[in-house]
Each structure stands twice: as C-alpha cells, then as structure tokens.
C-alpha cells in the first residue's frame, strides 16, 4: 500500500484546511485508514507510529473515530472507491500544529501491517 499526503500549508488560527491521502498499490479493504499527527518538536526520523497520536479514522464499514481534541471539529471521509482519504479541518487551533500522516493498518489473517507516508505539515498561527 502506498500512502502520498498533500494539503498541508500555514493557516490562521480560526482557519480550515483540507487534508488528502492518494491511496494506491494492495487493496486496502482488510484495513483501517486513518490520520495521526506528531507534533513539530519531535524528529520526524523517529520510528514509524512512535510518538504519533491518532487524530481520526475511519473503518472498512465507514465507522469513524476521532480524537477527544478533534470532535466536532474535523470530519474524516473516503471516496468511493478508496482511492483518496481526506481529512477536513475546521476552526483550526495552534495545538493542532503538527506533521500529519495517513495510515493504513491492514490485517490479513493474523498478520497486522501498517503503511505510512511522508507526512504533510500543517501549521496554525494564532
């Protein structure tokens, strides 16, 4: 599976932003995709998934999760085809400032492997 984030830019306090995940290689219907974030501070050559906090996912049935910080105020969604995970981002705050990276963690069987891209940063001034 191969994850490409775009959509990561300096926005205002107050600002909204959107956040997508070009989705492509294995079929990612055995998966749960979803959005993490690590904040700037931390070296983003840390080990994949170390210090990286879950902000929302969303399951093959459409089931979606979020973050405490986030609810209400980003909404997570896939198109039709699994091609493409977004994630929109409304009344952005300074603390949600962070490298933000999709994630598909796949389960086949008993074996459990989880695909990340690059990240995209986002950035809140206040």
């Known amino acids: 599976v191969q994850l490409v984030e775009s959509g990561g830019e300096s926005v205002p306090a107050g600002g909204s932003l959107k956040l997508s995940c070009a989705v492509s290689?294995?079929?990612?219907?055995?998966?749960?995709m979803g959005w993490y974030r690590q904040p700037l501070e931390k070296p983003r050559d840390e080990a994949p998934g170390r210090d990286r906090a879950l902000v929302s996912s969303i399951s093959n049935d459409g089931t979606t999760r979020y973050a405490d910080s986030v609810k209400g105020r980003f909404t997570i969604s896939q198109d039709n085809n699994k091609n493409t995970l977004s994630l929109q981002m409304n009344s952005l705050k300074s603390e949600d400032t962070a490298v933000y990276y999709c994630?598909?963690?796949?389960?086949?069987?008993?074996?459990?492997?989880?695909?990340w891209g690059k990240g995209t940063q986002v950035t809140v001034s206040s």
């Open positions: 290689g294995s079929d990612t219907n055995n998966c749960v």
């Open positions: 994630a598909a963690d796949c389960r086949v069987g008993s074996v459990r492997t989880t695909y």
